[in-house]
């Protein structure tokens, strides 16, 4: 029987608390990694998974890369992260919600939650009747910042996208530039308005239909099939579903010159990482690209600043990847290698 100190992703994580209410249904694993910043904040993700085991490995990835993301935007927030266990029909009542809220009450502060895959503002609206630790609700009278991060995320995103696109492509613009967009949720959809606006030419791919007819009618962009999204010839591919979907077999596959999304946990192996340099492809490391929401969530937690704050935290993302991509072309080192190492320094481990 593997314990969590056995698990591959185990990082000498500060704490990992498997919460169970048999009356509600609830199973869910809370994984604080690092409080060295601050306390550990991260999104509660609600997802069916095959095996326990995979819950508990999500659970790892994703709250190492809050860590890692909190301190690369310069907030002070530590990492943690949350994945609750739903059935195959992905059932989620109020019952539930509640004593997820009190599980998260019960560590008095070390972990802050927000929406994530599978939650949304009403879901947080109603944990938020259980405890005060958190964020991404509605903006309250009087309040400045608030609300679903999605929008967030999308911003940095797109700045960071266009970021890559400048580097590798020598380009200002994203106007008739071909960007495949895996994924078509609120993160990807935001991000599709934004490259459309300036004319760009977009294939996208999502599991839900609905969802992805909604986008193309919006946008214009044209529908692929979700196996084929990734292998697109594209100026871009940006992953902006769920993780671990580049592995050594994905990128002898694709026909880009830049990776820049929304999605956690990319690379399913830091291997991964020199794979893609290897082939020359422009990564731009997914918890430094993505990090608008977390920006967003913080300044409404933490009552820190207003929306310029948020805006002027957002728009900081290109210039912490310039950064990393030319200390990467200085020390040959690939891009997610540099990202790790500059973050482990910010939060005392390196």
Not at 29 to 38: C, D, K, M, Q, R
Request: with cysteine.
């Amino acid at each position: 029987m593997t314990t969590v100190w056995g698990y591959d992703d185990f990082d000498a994580h500060e704490a990992v608390h498997f919460v169970t209410d048999e009356a509600s249904g609830l199973r869910a694993v809370i994984a604080l990694h690092s409080t060295h910043l601050g306390p550990a904040a991260g999104g509660t993700r609600f997802w069916h998974y095959a095996k326990d085991e995979a819950a508990v490995t999500d659970a790892l990835r994703l709250s190492r890369g809050m860590s890692y993301k909190n301190a690369m935007a310069g907030l002070p927030l530590g990492g943690g992260k949350t994945v609750i266990l739903a059935d195959e029909a992905k059932t989620k009542t109020p019952e539930m919600l509640a004593a997820f809220g009190r599980a998260v009450n019960r560590l008095g502060g070390a972990y802050v939650t927000a929406e994530d895959v599978g939650m949304s503002v009403e879901d947080m609206i109603a944990i938020s009747h259980h405890t005060d630790f958190v964020a991404g609700l509605p903006v309250e009278e009087g309040a400045q910042v608030g609300g679903d991060p999605g929008p967030h995320t999308a911003l940095g995103v797109f700045l960071g996208l266009k970021a890559a696109v400048k580097r590798k492509l020598g380009k200002d613009t994203l106007d008739g530039l071909h960007i495949a967009i895996q994924g078509a949720g609120s993160v990807a959809s935001h991000l599709a308005r934004h490259a459309v606006e300036e004319g760009a030419r977009l294939s996208i791919a999502d599991v839900n239909t609905a969802r992805v007819e909604a986008l193309s009618s919006e946008t214009g962009a044209t529908i692929v099939a979700p196996a084929d999204i990734l292998f697109l010839e594209a100026d871009v591919v940006s992953p902006c579903a769920l993780g671990a979907i580049l592995n050594e077999d994905t990128i002898a596959k694709l026909n880009t010159p830049i990776i820049a999304g929304a999605a956690n946990n990319q690379l399913a192996h830091k291997e991964d990482g020199q794979r893609l340099d290897a082939r020359g492809i422009l990564y731009a490391p997914d918890y430094v690209i993505n990090a608008g929401g977390i920006i967003n969530v913080s300044t409404e937690y933490l009552k820190d600043g207003g929306p310029e704050l948020v805006r002027q935290r957002i728009e900081g993302i290109p210039g912490r990847l310039d950064q990393i991509w030319e200390e990467s072309e200085a020390s040959g080192r690939d891009p997610a290698a540099v990202a790790d190492a500059m973050a482990k320094r910010l939060i005392g481990r390196a």
